[in-house]
Nanobody, 123 residues
Framework: QLQLVESGGGLVQPGGSLRLSCAAS??????????IGWFHQAPGKNHEEVAC????????SYAAQVAGRFAISIDNAKTTVYLQMNNLKSEDTGTYFC??????????????WGRGTQVTVSS
Protein backbone atom coordinates (compact mmCIF):
# COMPACT_ATOMS: atom_id res chain seq x y z
CA GLN A 1 0.00 0.00 0.00
CA LEU A 2 2.86 2.39 0.75
CA GLN A 3 3.91 4.24 -2.37
CA LEU A 4 7.11 6.15 -3.03
CA VAL A 5 7.11 9.15 -5.32
CA GLU A 6 10.31 10.61 -6.70
CA SER A 7 10.79 14.25 -7.65
CA GLY A 8 13.45 16.92 -8.09
CA GLY A 9 15.07 15.92 -11.35
CA GLY A 10 15.85 18.28 -14.17
CA LEU A 11 18.40 19.53 -16.66
CA VAL A 12 21.78 20.58 -15.28
CA GLN A 13 25.22 21.33 -16.69
CA PRO A 14 28.23 19.16 -15.85
CA GLY A 15 29.54 20.11 -12.43
CA GLY A 16 26.12 21.25 -11.26
CA SER A 17 23.97 19.97 -8.43
CA LEU A 18 20.48 18.58 -7.86
CA ARG A 19 18.55 17.39 -4.83
CA LEU A 20 16.13 14.53 -5.42
CA SER A 21 13.26 13.69 -3.08
CA CYS A 22 11.48 10.41 -2.39
CA ALA A 23 8.21 10.92 -0.55
CA ALA A 24 6.30 8.12 1.16
CA SER A 25 2.55 8.50 0.75
CA UNK A 26 0.60 8.53 3.99
CA UNK A 27 3.04 6.87 6.40
CA UNK A 28 6.56 6.85 7.76
CA UNK A 29 9.02 4.46 6.18
CA UNK A 30 10.16 2.66 9.36
CA UNK A 31 7.24 0.20 9.60
CA UNK A 32 7.61 -0.70 5.94
CA UNK A 33 11.33 -1.19 5.39
CA UNK A 34 14.76 -1.73 6.89
CA UNK A 35 16.68 0.12 4.21
CA ILE A 36 15.90 2.50 1.39
CA GLY A 37 17.99 3.15 -1.65
CA TRP A 38 18.35 5.26 -4.75
CA PHE A 39 18.79 3.54 -8.10
CA HIS A 40 19.97 4.91 -11.41
CA GLN A 41 18.76 3.67 -14.77
CA ALA A 42 20.74 4.95 -17.71
CA PRO A 43 19.11 4.74 -21.14
CA GLY A 44 19.01 1.11 -22.25
CA LYS A 45 20.53 -0.11 -18.98
CA ASN A 46 19.34 -1.92 -15.86
CA HIS A 47 18.62 -0.29 -12.53
CA GLU A 48 21.85 0.25 -10.59
CA GLU A 49 22.05 1.03 -6.88
CA VAL A 50 23.88 4.28 -6.19
CA ALA A 51 23.05 4.97 -2.52
CA CYS A 52 21.60 3.08 0.44
CA UNK A 53 20.40 4.18 3.88
CA UNK A 54 19.62 1.98 6.89
CA UNK A 55 16.49 3.52 8.41
CA UNK A 56 17.35 2.67 12.03
CA UNK A 57 21.14 2.76 12.22
CA UNK A 58 21.43 5.60 9.68
CA UNK A 59 24.37 3.85 8.01
CA UNK A 60 24.94 4.86 4.42
CA SER A 61 26.72 3.28 1.48
CA TYR A 62 27.45 4.44 -2.05
CA ALA A 63 28.42 3.03 -5.39
CA ALA A 64 32.01 3.74 -6.30
CA GLN A 65 31.11 5.99 -9.21
CA VAL A 66 29.14 8.41 -6.99
CA ALA A 67 31.09 8.20 -3.73
CA GLY A 68 32.13 11.65 -2.58
CA ARG A 69 29.61 13.33 -4.87
CA PHE A 70 26.20 12.01 -3.72
CA ALA A 71 24.67 11.91 -0.24
CA ILE A 72 21.52 10.14 0.93
CA SER A 73 19.55 11.43 3.93
CA ILE A 74 16.11 11.29 5.56
CA ASP A 75 13.91 13.87 7.27
CA ASN A 76 12.95 13.78 10.96
CA ALA A 77 9.48 12.40 10.26
CA LYS A 78 11.04 9.62 8.18
CA THR A 79 8.60 10.23 5.36
CA THR A 80 10.99 11.72 2.81
CA VAL A 81 14.38 10.51 1.64
CA TYR A 82 16.74 12.78 -0.26
CA LEU A 83 19.63 12.34 -2.65
CA GLN A 84 21.95 15.32 -2.85
CA MET A 85 23.91 15.11 -6.08
CA ASN A 86 26.96 17.33 -6.54
CA ASN A 87 29.55 17.64 -9.29
CA LEU A 88 27.24 15.93 -11.74
CA LYS A 89 28.70 14.18 -14.77
CA SER A 90 27.21 13.24 -18.12
CA GLU A 91 27.17 9.57 -17.11
CA ASP A 92 24.80 10.46 -14.26
CA THR A 93 22.10 11.09 -16.86
CA GLY A 94 19.08 8.82 -16.56
CA THR A 95 16.05 8.10 -14.44
CA TYR A 96 16.39 7.88 -10.67
CA PHE A 97 14.17 5.68 -8.53
CA CYS A 98 13.87 5.10 -4.81
CA UNK A 99 12.96 1.73 -3.36
CA UNK A 100 12.66 0.09 0.06
CA UNK A 101 14.03 -3.25 1.18
CA UNK A 102 13.57 -5.70 4.06
CA UNK A 103 17.28 -6.51 4.03
CA UNK A 104 20.16 -4.87 5.88
CA UNK A 105 21.30 -3.52 2.54
CA UNK A 106 19.29 -2.21 -0.41
CA UNK A 107 19.30 -5.37 -2.50
CA UNK A 108 16.05 -6.90 -3.72
CA UNK A 109 13.70 -3.90 -3.47
CA UNK A 110 10.31 -4.76 -1.99
CA UNK A 111 8.14 -3.14 -4.63
CA UNK A 112 8.02 -2.59 -8.35
CA TRP A 113 9.58 0.54 -9.75
CA GLY A 114 7.59 3.75 -9.78
CA ARG A 115 7.78 6.52 -12.32
CA GLY A 116 11.12 7.87 -11.12
CA THR A 117 12.51 11.31 -11.82
CA GLN A 118 14.58 12.24 -14.86
CA VAL A 119 18.04 13.76 -14.57
CA THR A 120 19.82 15.09 -17.62
CA VAL A 121 23.42 16.32 -17.37
CA SER A 122 24.43 18.13 -20.52
CA SER A 123 26.35 21.20 -21.64
Amino acid sequence: QLQLVESGGGLVQPGGSLRLSCAASGAALDPHAITIGWFHQAPGKNHEEVACLHLWRKDTSYAAQVAGRFAISIDNAKTTVYLQMNNLKSEDTGTYFCARSWHDDCRNPANSWGRGTQVTVSS
